[in-house]
């Protein structure tokens, strides 16, 4: 009787041998880059799991500024369906991202504090690709350089993502270019402040909403999904940090439970979510 394993004549089965070559996933993934880049500073159990999850984070960070720039490019060359697209990808993406919580949420502050010392003044809040995606989102201060100032590469990259328009930047300055009156003061303004909810973009998207303008309500709507998702991923962390450490001071020097308070009350595109109140 033949193994139940052994390729049949008219199935060979996957290439095996690639010789003295790395195998073609590799070359592609770099899974061996990738599994090798957790260092532990602790013998605790817990501290890989930790590790890894922040470094997955940092990945799903790294995709969704992708997204983001694609969409805010798109929208700027009145592309509607790639702005849309790379939204509703990047929706999935935040779900996801957004799952990664778990491992993390159950941890008792015994367990975290087991490898916590191990992180010294490190924060997420030091992150430069997270801070790449809050500056797409308008959330964007000249102040939030400073800590990457030892980093020349990392620096610039954020020195540009700084100044240039935030996702949502453009999508007001589509709804300019649709025939909606917005005054100077948002369309010139300084894109390296954070962004401040007007009026006048208040009333366009009322107008968007109450006359379910057909190629505006779907822009709406992906920035809203976004929005909440974000939101959701706020209030995720700030339940896992409350259940890891209560109120105590956080990493990084950061007031920990109400920094994160303060932040999940913040709404992303705030104009969004007020329009819906005049509909």
Known sequence: MSHPDAPRPDDPGPTLDFGADATPYEDYVHAETLTHLQQTLTDDP?????????QVMELWFTLLVHE??????????????????ALD???????ALNASWEPLARLTPRQF???????????GFQSAMYRRLEFLLGE???????????SPRVHAELT?????????????ALLARHGFALPPEVLERDRTARWTPHPAVEAAWQRV?????PLLLPLGEALTEVAELVWRWRNDHLAATRRAMGG???????AGVAWLEKRARQPVFPELWTARGHV
């Open 89 to 95: 990808r990047s929706a999935h993406e935040l779900r």
């Open 46 to 54: 817990g501290e890989p799991a930790f590790l890894v999850t922040t």
């Open 248 to 254: 105590k001071q956080g990493t990084g020097g950061s």
């Open 160 to 172: 540009e993502a700084l100044h240039e328009p935030s996702l949502y930047d453009e999508a007001v």
């Open 68 to 85: 983001w720039r694609t969409a805010a490019r798109a929208l700027r060359a009145g592309d509607l369906p790639t702005a849309l697209a």
């Open 209 to 213: 909403y109450a006359e379910e303008t």
């Open 113 to 123: 504090n087991a490898f916590r010392p191990a992180l010294g003044d490190g924060s």
């Open 140 to 150: 964007k201060s000249p102040s939030m350089l400073v800590p990457h100032r030892g």
